[in-house]
């Protein structure tokens, strides 16, 4: 399950430039899309146009949207892209999340989708780090969230509203989810799935608005 940040009523990051998150990994998602059934893998993707996934829902009930798909179909990877954003306009590189008590699996998809985006598109390696972002808590197989560079940074935003540059960054992912399933056979199994909690959990990347971290009541 492949999962492009926001959407429709929801943009997420602005670069200066006026460039939009929500566009940037819609166009992301549909090349490792495209990469991955030619791989023969079979793919679904939480939206496939600039809309919501929940249309007419909250912030937080799209989140849930985005996770109860992978869990009823159920996924056996869950990926979801976005573009980074800071206060700071010089904060800059690619960087991946695993969720706090994320599964030995999921830390190893999180390595490998980091060090393919890193080897192939070379901005600064801001590492793999945990957070409880809703959609990689609550998700029941292995799960990631990439960061794929600032918006917020003039440079970055340029590089990321690049076509070239978005292709890259597709393929990129593809190669780190083929290595992935080159590995998994070595890496422990997951813990038996527990239900998920309120918990909001850990602490949100700069940028990304509070309700990332949880889906509350809806």
Avoid: C
């Avoid at 430039?17 to 023969?40: C, F, N, Q, R």
């Amino acid at each position: 399950m492949i999962d492009p940040g926001h959407g429709g009523r929801f943009p997420g990051a602005i670069g200066p430039a006026g460039t939009k998150e929500k566009d940037v990994v819609l166009a992301v998602s549909k090349i490792l899309e495209a990469d991955l059934i030619e791989m023969g893998a079979e793919v679904r993707m939480t939206r496939s146009t600039d809309v919501e996934v929940a249309p007419g829902a909250s912030l937080s009930g799209d989140l849930k949207a985005r996770v109860d798909l992978a869990n009823q179909w159920p996924a056996d990877l869950f990926i979801s892209v976005h573009a980074n954003s800071a206060e700071n306009a010089a904060a800059k590189g690619t960087e991946t999340y695993h969720a706090v008590q994320a599964s030995d699996r999921s830390k190893t998809l999180a390595k490998l989708l980091q060090k393919s985006m890193i080897d192939d598109v070379g901005l600064t390696d801001r590492g793999v780090k945990a957070s409880n972002f809703y959609v990689i808590k609550n998700t029941r197989m292995p799960a990631s969230l990439v960061e794929l560079g600032f918006l917020s940074n003039p440079g970055e935003e340029q590089v990321l509203a690049n076509p070239a540059m978005q292709l890259v960054f597709g393929h990129a992912l593809s190669k780190g989810v083929a290595d992935y399933f080159a590995v998994e056979a070595h890496v422990k199994p997951d813990a038996p799935v527990q239900v998920p909690g309120d918990d909001p959990g850990d602490l949100l990347a700069p940028g990304d608005p509070a309700e990332m971290l949880f889906a509350g009541r809806v």
